[in-house]
């Protein structure tokens, strides 16, 4: 059986990827559309793309209306700068939402209309040239041919395809991780588990995405431990009256402060790992029971994925437990000497321990109410269905099912 392969046209990752992307980046055009959020102008991320750009000659501007996870409104709002601004290629600083909102501006800036006009089609033709400078460690955004964007008048995050929308350009550079709070380390990690474990347990694996995926979950397992509680340090250290030395893992200069940059970098490439091996292998169950909670309650894609994590994985591990048993052995949790049941069901309590470990909640510790979420479960079952994910899942699922699942999670 013969495979296909996709990935964008460049990667520059590890310390001073930006800087050595600088050159590849100014030949895009003439003029840029920065495509951002008010907190990575704030500290400075933004800054540091924009003197890079004035440094090669090449002109910008700067869209910050990405609020929160991307809506149609929000792309509307882009292209309306864009077009003003008479710009010629975009670049994404951010986390997955600016990623996915300079994709959807690039269709519109070339199709016209609207990107609610573009659910259920596949997009193609040519798209501006996209740099998409992650923020995060998770989205994998930088390395797909997808963006999500909500439709705001039916409550759908859409999932949009094409391979026009794979950015030309990914730099993945560590040093604009370092500044990401606890909570978005743990939500965006535990998703690049969700694309490297959805990815190697996917209908649609094969051998390029496995070695990627295989990697990715190694990384993830070894490290997001490290960044999360690294992250937790710097944001106790920053409270009003913590000001003074205590020890932490970047406060003693040392070996720890060594280890969280170490441990950002390897999840920096994790992440892009798993970006890499899901665009070509899909995901699975969790996205797309994901999106519909994040459409109708509003929570983080990240939270909502890791929400359904364990309880996914317990559902349908047995369809693909060879697979399953590959992971708990390849993380260290079993060994040659388990069974493959048993193996696959050490994995799935090292998925439950790492978001236990990272303080994800369930629906009702976030603050939603349980039983607005169960009469939400009928449309949440058909919307889940609708976005093809569960089918790429190994164990045949019916709406039944997915009810179930999220059933469980109350």
Same mark, same amino acid.
């Given at each position: 059986?013969?495979?296909?392969?996709?990935?964008?046209?460049?990667?520059?990752?590890?310390?001073?990827?930006?800087?050595?992307?600088?050159?590849?980046?100014?030949?895009?055009?003439?003029?840029?559309?920065?495509?951002?959020?008010?907190?990575?102008?704030?500290?400075?991320?933004?800054?540091?793309?924009?003197?890079?750009?004035?440094?090669?000659?090449?002109?910008?501007?700067?869209?910050?209306?990405?609020?929160?996870?991307?809506?149609?409104?929000?792309?509307?709002?882009?292209?309306?700068?864009?077009?003003?601004?008479?710009?010629?290629?975009?670049?994404?600083?951010?986390?997955?939402?600016?990623?996915?909102?300079?994709?959807?501006?690039?269709?519109?800036?070339?199709?016209?209309?609207?990107?609610?006009?573009?659910?259920?089609?596949?997009?193609?033709?040519?798209?501006?040239?996209?740099?998409?400078?992650?923020?995060?460690?998770?989205?994998?955004?930088?390395?797909?041919?997808?963006?999500?964007?909500?439709?705001?008048?039916?409550?759908?995050?859409?999932?949009?395809?094409?391979?026009?929308?794979?950015?030309?350009?990914?730099?993945?550079?560590?040093?604009?991780?370092?500044?990401?709070?606890?909570? @978005?380390?743990? !939500?965006? *990690?535990? /998703? &690049?588990?969700?694309? =490297? $474990?959805?990815?190697?347990? #996917?209908?649609?694996?094969?051998?390029?995405?496995?070695?990627?995926?295989?990697?990715?979950?190694?990384?993830?397992?070894?490290?997001?431990?490290?960044?999360?509680?690294?992250?937790?340090?710097?944001?106790?250290?920053?409270?009003?009256?913590?000001?003074?030395?205590?020890?932490?893992?970047?406060?003693?200069?040392?070996?720890?402060?060594?280890?969280?940059?170490?441990?950002?970098?390897?999840?920096?490439?994790?992440?892009?790992?798993?970006?890499?091996?899901?665009?070509?292998?899909?995901?699975?169950?969790?996205?797309?029971?994901?999106?519909?909670?994040?459409?109708?309650?509003?929570?983080?894609?990240?939270?909502?994925?890791?929400?359904?994590?364990?309880?996914?994985?317990?559902?349908?591990?047995?369809?693909?437990?060879?697979?399953?048993?590959?992971?708990?052995?390849? @993380?260290?949790? !079993?060994? *040659?000497? /388990? &069974?493959?049941?048993? =193996? $696959?069901?050490?994995?799935? #309590?090292?998925?439950?321990?790492?978001?236990?470990?990272?303080?994800?909640?369930?629906?009702?510790?976030?603050?939603?109410?349980?039983?607005?979420?169960?009469?939400?479960?009928?449309?949440?079952?058909?919307?889940?269905?609708?976005?093809?994910?569960?089918?790429?899942?190994?164990?045949?699922?019916?709406?039944?099912?997915?009810?179930?699942?999220?059933?469980?999670?109350?």
């Amino acid at each position: 059986m013969s495979c296909q392969f996709i990935m964008p046209k460049q990667i520059f990752y590890g310390e001073g990827a930006l800087e050595q992307a600088a050159t590849a980046i100014a030949g895009c055009g003439s003029k840029a559309l920065i495509v951002t959020d008010p907190v990575m102008a704030k500290l400075g991320n933004v800054k540091a793309v924009t003197a890079m750009l004035e440094q090669a000659g090449v002109g910008y501007a700067v869209f910050e209306g990405v609020t929160g996870e991307p809506t149609d409104k929000m792309v509307e709002s882009g292209w309306a700068v864009w077009h003003r601004e008479a710009c010629d290629f975009l670049v994404a600083v951010g986390g997955g939402s600016p990623i996915d909102t300079m994709k959807a501006i690039g269709v519109v800036a070339v199709k016209g209309g609207s990107i609610n006009d573009w659910y259920g089609r596949e997009i193609t033709g040519t798209l501006p040239p996209m740099v998409a400078i992650p923020t995060t460690s998770g989205t994998g955004s930088e390395a797909t041919q997808f963006t999500i964007i909500t439709n705001t008048g039916s409550d759908i995050k859409m999932l949009l395809k094409g391979r026009p929308l794979m950015p030309d350009i990914a730099v993945d550079d560590p040093r604009f991780t370092r500044t990401t709070p606890p909570a @978005i380390t743990a !939500a965006t *990690g535990l /998703d &690049a588990l969700c694309h =490297a $474990a959805e990815a190697y347990t #996917s209908r649609k694996a094969q051998p390029m995405t496995d070695t990627l995926a295989v990697s990715a979950v190694k990384r993830i397992f070894r490290y997001l431990p490290v960044c999360y509680l690294a992250a937790v340090d710097t944001a106790e250290a920053a409270q009003p009256g913590n000001r003074e030395e205590i020890p932490t893992a970047k406060s003693d200069g040392g070996e720890g402060a060594g280890l969280a940059a170490e441990a950002r970098m390897q999840m920096s490439l994790a992440a892009l790992e798993a970006g890499i091996a899901f665009n070509n292998a899909s995901v699975t169950v969790i996205h797309g029971m994901s999106r519909p909670i994040g459409a109708l309650f509003h929570v983080p894609h990240g939270v909502s994925n890791a929400m359904l994590l364990p309880a996914c994985f317990a559902f349908v591990y047995q369809e693909a437990v060879d697979r399953f048993a590959d992971l708990g052995r390849i @993380i260290g949790v !079993a060994d *040659g000497k /388990d &069974a493959d049941l048993e =193996a $696959a069901g050490k994995f799935i #309590s090292a998925c439950r321990k790492l978001c236990q470990d990272c303080h994800i909640p369930t629906p009702e510790e976030y603050g939603i109410d349980r039983e607005v979420f169960l009469q939400k479960i009928p449309k949440m079952t058909e919307d889940a269905l609708a976005s093809g994910s569960p089918a790429n899942t190994r164990k045949a699922l019916c709406a039944e099912d997915i009810a179930a699942i999220y059933r469980s999670l109350l």
